[in-house]
């Protein structure tokens, strides 16, 4: 770089002091008309410095810009690179940067597991071959639970319908704690968790002797732990049967106690009043059945003929739930005759087809009559 003597002389415009050259006419500045006597001034004759000039191409330039972008961001990297932690492995010791000593971290108390008790195990249930005079009411008495549990067991019906060589299973009792005595208790009170009981619902046609008979208790203890002041039940009822207060029976076994008496069965056909001619050879009896009766039981159906007045009645054991009254019942003379008739249901007490003894099981239907008109044969005495 070369340094150069200003020798040029100038003109400077009196308006706004720039320098011209001197063969200028005109301030390329404001514009002013120079006239010719306008002050020249000449070269101080003093170097001035120039700064140094550098050239380059637009290539090159574009090539400086890529490689200053690319240093810019190295230095960014870099930046955050170190600024970032680096990553403990576990076992090693870093040799650049101190270890910092770790915080000391208290470990909570452990909590001591309650150890759980022991549950009841259900026992499982026992078989029990049904004999010729058992009963679901009395083999529950026997075994100690109750009726329901054992047709839950076994899928019986609602009536617990069984018969003789059934085998069934007999859940056994699951423990129950016993009730706390409250501050009131009475001195029955405290010695009934003692006393095995169940409970029965009454149902209709019920009464508390039949009940009492039935489970072999007495109606005063029955009184007794259901405080009871008189003994009178109604259907639905709740009762509790003390079975610890069982009559002591002979024999090594007690034993079994008859199903609850059946209700009394409803009677269809024929209509109370009805009226049959001679023509009419047999008359059908009709009633609705109470229940699936059990091999040893039957419907004994009885007749009358009040009309007659010599004591003529007719007993029958039938299974069916009709019964034709036998053409050698109907009257023989031509006056209308009436027949009474009547339903209830019968157990048989012993064993074997002939010569069997029946006793009362249930209630009696009502009594309806009828009248039945004879062929009007001769009348033969009735022995």
Known sequence: MSQEKNTQNTKICPVCGTRLSETASRCLVCGTQLSATASVKKGSGIPSRKLPEVRLTLPVAIALG?????????LVFFIVKGSAAAPVIPGQISEATPTLTPTQTITPTQTLTPTPLPTWTPLPPMEYTVRNTDYCSSIAAV???????????NNLDANC???EGDVLLIPQPTLTPSPQPTA???????TESDCQTITIKVESGWT???IALNYNVTMASIREYNRMTNDIV??????IIPLCERKPTAGPTPTPTP??????????????????SAQQDAITLQWAAVADLRENELYRVTVEDLTAG???ILVEYVRDTRFILPTSFRPLDTTPHIIQWSVAVARQINSGATNPIYEEAGFLSEKRVFSWIGTGAAVTPNP
Do not use: D, M
């Not at 009131?184 to 405290?190: F, K, N």
């Not at 109604?234 to 009762?239: A, K, S």
């Not at 199903?259 to 049959?276: C, K, Q, R, T």
């Open 208 to 210: 508390l002797s039949s």
């Open 259 to 276: 199903a609850p008496p059946y209700p009394a069965p409803n009677l269809l056909l024929p209509s109370s009043g009805a009226a049959f």
């Open 143 to 153: 075994f100690g639970v109750s009726i329901q549990s054992i047709i839950r067991q």
């Open 66 to 74: 890529f490689v200053f972008l690319a240093l810019a961001g190295l």
């Open 184 to 190: 009131t208790s009475s001195g029955v009170e405290v």
């Open 310 to 312: 010599n004591g003529r």
């Open 234 to 239: 109604y259907e639905g009822l709740n009762l």
């Open 161 to 163: 319908t069984i018969k």
